[in-house]
């Protein structure tokens, strides 16, 4: 199994994402965006995590109504994505199984979870 994983990487050509000339090198390059994207959301995600529960804790009056802050923004994710991936499903199948599908699909994943990384940063700002 490393045999054939270390052959593959040897013998596929290096992708060239300034100037991508095949849809395979596209829909690559635009996974690549997705991944790093997706990295960058991971980051912010904590952040805004954090500054949710460490108001949740801050001594407020009675009632808190930042108490479940931290549950409501999990849910409010788990929510997010399953719409992402489902919104992003669906654009790929638009392609109707052309080669540019998993182009479509990771670009729409960058684009919205580019978006939603933004929108973690906006709250991260209101919680402090």
Known sequence: MILLMLLAAVQAPPMNCRNPMSQHEMNGCAHRIYRATDAALDVQWKRTLAAAQKAARQERPKNN??????????????????????HCRAVLLSALGGSMGPKLEALCLAGLTRDRTAQLK?????FQ
């Open 122 to 126: 906006d709250m991260e700002k209101r």
């Open 65 to 86: 109504p930042l108490a479940g802050a931290a549950d409501v923004l999990l849910s409010s994710q788990r929510g997010w994505i399953a719409y992402r991936d489902n």
